[in-house]
């Protein structure tokens, strides 16, 4: 595939795969990216995961058409992009390794082989001259991995954007490009908006036509549409104004007070994203708790806390520096219950979460006076 008349996709779909990184469902698959740059000098952009070294050594061999690499720039080493390194020096004996000083340290964690020989090591805005491509190199530090670097090629103003602008889904599937991604950046990225960032501080001063990224589609159009989203999710401001109820019930009651409440509050003209989380993907409840400006915990007590699906929630937002959100609490317990005080203890330890005072609490089943209650709530909901 040309992504101009000098560089061209050389990358695989892997449709095969169940979960990506061992933990998301990936329905639609993931691409691994890789690009090669056709110019006095040849240079590729990253390689591919294990399973598919044979097919993108094929896809390389047929873009280089008799020409070898004189160049392998290692964005990041993460083994989806990094695991066919040594098969493409063995088949390039003579082809130079460019990558930063964390690269490299990386890189003789995953291989025996020396590769000693072949290193170029760069650093923040340094350049490599192709002949009518230069490459500049800006550091990108723990997004996601501490040696991640981008590339800027002001030949065709590409940014070679690692993991950044990435998304879920074989590049053959036909879907929105934000649910994916977003799903994608809040699980994988999420954690380092400050570092997200500051690359985007970076890149804002460079003209850029096109974006490659090492999963997802290359973006040609509308780049701001995609980097106002990255501004939006790295500065942990909500995306949409909008409820997101996440349940975690054992027999079922607690999960009919979440959903009561859900009806109550779409009455009031509230936008509602429901989640169970005993049942629904993990990886989109966390998307959905980033994505809108206040959230419902709906959870029944458990040995003296909260039941372990919602703790394990707790401990995914926890980890993904979740912040700046307005919180409500739904409680149930049959004669102690606990699930309040334990959500309200995991809150008060991630930043600017604002905890509504009022809980409401559910004694087994919902009575009478619990839909009073989420009625209330529903309505404090709406006016905050």
């Not at 690009?35 to 873009?63: P, Q």
């Not at 025996?112 to 170029?120: A, I, Q």
């Not at 650093?123 to 530090?141: I, W």
């Not at 400006?293 to 040995?303: E, K, L, Q, T, W």
Request: hydrophobic share 40%.
């Amino acid at each position: 595939m040309k992504i101009t008349e000098t560089v061209r996709y050389i990358g695989v779909d892997d449709k095969t795969i169940d979960l990506f990184e061992s933990q998301y469902v990936v329905p639609n698959g993931i691409s691994y990216n890789s690009y090669v740059i056709l110019d006095d000098k040849v240079c590729v952009m990253d390689t591919v995961d294990s399973r598919f070294t044979a097919e993108w050594l094929a896809n390389l061999e047929t873009a280089l058409e008799g020409r070898a690499p004189d160049y392998l720039v290692i964005s990041h080493m993460e083994p989806d992009h990094a695991a066919s390194i040594d098969s493409l020096c063995e088949k390039y004996p003579e082809m130079k390794l460019v990558g930063n000083e964390k690269t490299f340290k990386i890189l003789g964690q995953f291989y025996e082989t020396d590769f000693s020989e072949k290193l170029v090591s760069v650093g923040e805005g340094e350049s490599l001259c192709l002949g009518n491509h230069t490459l500049t190199f800006f550091m990108a530090p723990m997004v996601h991995w501490p040696e991640v670097m981008v590339t800027y090629d002001s030949g065709d103003k590409i940014l070679f954007s690692a993991d950044g602008f990435g998304k879920f889904g074989a590049l053959d599937t036909d879907e929105d490009w934000t649910c994916e991604a977003r799903r994608y950046y809040f699980n994988i990225v999420g954690k380092y908006g400050a570092q997200v960032q500051a690359l985007l501080k970076k890149a804002a001063t460079l003209d850029i036509s096109v974006i490659c990224p090492l999963h997802g589609p290359v973006l040609t159009e509308d780049l701001g549409f995609y980097i106002n989203k990255y501004d939006i999710w790295s500065s942990y401001r909500p995306e949409d104004h909008g409820v997101f109820v996440v349940s975690a019930s054992i027999h079922g009651n607690t999960k009919k007070a979440a959903q009561l409440l859900c009806d109550m509050l779409r009455e009031r003209g509230e936008k509602v994203a429901f989640c169970d989380i005993t049942r629904d993907d993990m990886a989109e409840a966390v998307e959905d708790a980033f994505r809108y400006d206040r959230i419902v915990f709906c959870a029944a007590s458990y040995d003296g806390g909260v039941f372990a699906p919602m703790a394990d929630f707790l401990t995914h937002l926890k980890s993904k520096t979740y912040r700046s959100r307005k919180a409500f609490i739904v409680e149930n317990g049959s004669w102690g219950p606990t699930a309040a005080r334990t959500i309200k203890t995991e809150l008060a330890a991630m930043k600017d979460i604002t905890v509504c005072d009022t809980v409401v609490t559910i004694r087994s089943a919902v009575k009478p006076e619990n839909v009073e209650e989420l009625k209330a709530l529903a309505e404090k909901i709406a006016n905050s």
